[in-house]
């Protein structure tokens, strides 16, 4: 009895401090994407069952086009329900470690950007990789449903950052990583400004108007 005393007073004390610290996070600007489905390009491109089996998304849309230029999109959009681990899970998905996996040698990184689109500010961090000789840059977002001062969080995926995002209560907020691919941008200038025009173009806003 004695033991079974301890772990409901163990969960129940991560439960009540998890609801105590998200309590005092302010509430984020909530947003999807919507892919131009009507673009004669545009290809499905699922994820791999074993990709989805690791990272176990609640949503996940993934596409490829060609828009006009030349240039090749590929999306990748996924979101995690609130949950104790849905930070960590989004934490798993990074250009980092998966571009290397798919033959790809990463040639720069360049610091978090921030792009604005339909009323909802975005942070990228942007990266240029290449694969048998041509480039392909890369953005990538990882957004919490509710932030701590910001709304996009960093890569760090150690120990420490996992308990430092326990610690605040950030961890089991909502999670959504969008990943932005371009192929065929003369450079990263290039690429950025073709984000932005794309981001007016796929972002949605669902933010709710306060009442009055």
């Known amino acids: ?15 009540f401090w998890y609801r105590s610290q998200e309590s005092r996070l302010p509430r ?4 999807s994407v919507e892919l131009p489905r009507d673009n004669a390009t545009f290809r499905e491109s699922p994820l791999s069952e074993a990709a989805k089996g690791l990272l176990r998304p609640d949503e996940v849309i993934s596409a490829s086009w060609t828009e006009t230029g030349n240039l090749q999109w590929r999306v990748i959009y996924l979101r995690w329900n609130p949950g104790r681990v849905a930070g960590y899970l989004a934490a798993l998905h990074t250009p980092q470690i998966c571009m290397p996996g798919a033959g790809f040698t990463l040639k720069a990184s360049s610091p978090v950007k921030l792009f604005a689109s339909q ?3 975005l942070r ?4 240029t990789f290449e694969k ?3 480039p392909i840059h890369v953005f990538y977002c990882r957004w919490e449903d509710r932030p701590h001062k910001e709304t ?4 760090d995926t150690s ?16 999670q959504r990583v969008l990943e932005v691919a371009i192929r065929g941008a003369a450079d990263q200038q290039e690429a950025e400004g073709a984000l932005a025009r794309e981001l007016d173009k796929i972002i949605i806003s669902n933010t709710e108007k306060p009442k009055h």
């Open 124 to 127: 990228f961090r942007g990266y």
């Open 28 to 31: 984020a600007a909530s947003w």
């Open 1 to 15: 009895m004695t033991l079974v005393a301890w772990l409901v007073l163990v969960e129940g004390g991560t439960a």
């Open 119 to 121: 009323g909802v500010q």
């Open 159 to 174: 120990r420490l950052a996992l308990l430092r995002s326990v610690w605040t209560g950030r961890i089991t907020g909502g």
């Open 152 to 155: 996009s969080v960093g890569e």
């Open 132 to 134: 048998d000789g041509f």
